[in-house]
Nanobody
Framework: EVQLVESGGGLVQPGGSLRLSCAGS????????MTWVRQPPGKGLEWVSA????????TYADSLKGRFTISRDNAKNTLYLQMNRLKPEDTAVYYC??????????????WGQGTQVTVSS
């Protein structure tokens, strides 16, 4: 059974940083691309970033380039999202999503339970 467990969310002041983690199990982690998706309160899902299975190809939503960095440690079966210079509009539930193949534009497959990020003073 595929399991994705996010952690690292919380309350942070504007301008602060957080690093989200997503631990994957139940599948061969290094065979699959991964992505982060977020859902702001009262809004729909927003795609954030994706990374290929090997970790050497990444892509970001245009509005987040330069502030967010996606990475992965395949030895630890863990996906990361480093978020810097956070803004109130980054407040959302962040979901880790396994894709159906090794490339970062593969279809979505399995979702984690999400972790809440709140940016507020």
């Amino acid at each position: 059974e595929v399991q994705l467990v996010e952690s690292g969310g919380g309350l942070v002041q504007p301008g602060g940083s957080l690093r989200l983690s997503c631990a994957g199990s139940g599948f061969t982690f290094n065979n699959f691309a991964m992505t982060w998706v977020r859902q702001p309160p009262g809004k729909g899902l927003e795609w954030v970033s994706a990374i290929n299975s090997g970790g050497d190809s990444t892509t970001y939503a245009d509005s987040l380039k330069g502030r967010f960095t996606i990475s992965r440690d395949n030895a630890k079966n863990t996906l990361y999202l480093q978020m810097n210079r956070l803004k109130p509009e980054d407040t959302a539930v962040y979901y880790c999503v396994k894709l159906q193949g090794p490339v970062r534009d593969a279809d979505f497959d399995s979702w984690g339970q999400g972790t809440q990020v709140t940016v507020s003073s």
